[in-house]
């Protein structure tokens, strides 16, 4: 028997939104078609020892920037500026690009804390309250999604899953934070979750060094492969906190069912993909 859908018309085209912005092609796909060959030419000359000190930059990255990022915004409910963070992206890549691998070295924690914050702004536009901790940990999800290549039919597992994957890890360090505030250090499922985040995480700044490192590719292409980086997060962020706050409003449940619907080709949820994609092309 088909569940009945409770969400309005205007949030179904929300959700059908969030969900585009989520399955949109990975970033080694967009990387590859920016590039114009095989990114496979820039892994083959990332030097195997740099492949493995980039998951311990990924690591110090993400722990440095979720707590950096917040400072640097003011909590109060604003309408997220996408564009400034674009701008501030481009320049880091530039940088990166102008001095190769040793760049990177510098512009990957630099980035990582752009993009921290690009998506917290993306957060506070969505109704998040970036103070809270279940919000910054929220945010810090968004590193772990949006990474993979997805099939029709993984849709809903792969973002879903990976939330599923994380979601005790997220309740427990948001626990901890709730008892002894979000400037705390050391705790251990907060140590657990970056690992768990930065494993996913490194995948993809391996694929954006990658990009930098392919035949020709300089300050230029730098600072336009950043501009894509900062981008992927930006839409997957959109996505991920579209979906949070509509569970909020009518409970996880009932969004994971819309979602569901999606797939099913539900008559409602149909037309208020068509009601989307239509207004996307005015």
Do not use: C
Request: net charge positive.
């Amino acid at each position: 028997m088909t569940q009945p859908i409770f969400l309005a018309d205007a949030d179904l085209r929300a959700l059908a939104e969030a969900r585009t912005l989520l399955e949109r092609p990975s970033l080694a796909a967009r990387l590859s078609s920016f590039i114009g060959s095989p990114l496979e030419k820039g892994m083959a000359r990332l030097p195997q020892s740099w492949r493995g000190k980039v998951g311990a930059l990924a690591h110090d990255a993400l722990l440095k920037a979720m707590d950096t990022a917040a400072r640097t915004l003011q909590p109060a409910p604003r309408e997220a500026s996408p564009r400034l963070h674009k701008l501030l992206g481009s320049v880091s890549g530039a940088g990166g690009g102008a001095f190769g691998l040793a760049g990177l070295t510098v512009e990957i924690p630099l980035s990582t804390v752009l993009i921290m914050r690009a998506i917290l702004d993306i957060a506070r536009g969505e109704g998040e309250d970036i103070s809270d901790a279940q919000a910054r940990l929220a945010a810090l999800e968004v590193f772990a999604l949006g990474g993979n290549a997805k099939s029709d039919d993984a849709t809903e597992s792969g973002y879903y899953a990976v939330r599923a994957a994380l979601a005790s890890t997220v309740s427990e360090a948001a626990r901890h934070f709730a008892q002894r505030g979000l400037s705390s250090e050391g705790a251990p499922a907060l140590a657990r979750l970056i690992t768990m985040v930065a494993a996913r995480y490194k995948v993809q700044l391996t694929q954006k060094a990658a990009g930098m490192l392919v035949p020709g590719i300089g300050a230029a292409a730098g600072a336009t492969i950043n501009l894509m980086f900062m981008t992927h997060f930006q839409d997957v962020s959109r996505g991920h906190f579209t979906v949070r706050r509509l569970e909020r409003h009518y409970g996880p449940q009932a969004v994971r069912d819309a979602w569901r619907a999606l797939d099913a080709g539900d008559a409602r949820v149909r037309e208020a993909t068509r009601a989307f994609h239509n207004d996307a092309a005015r």
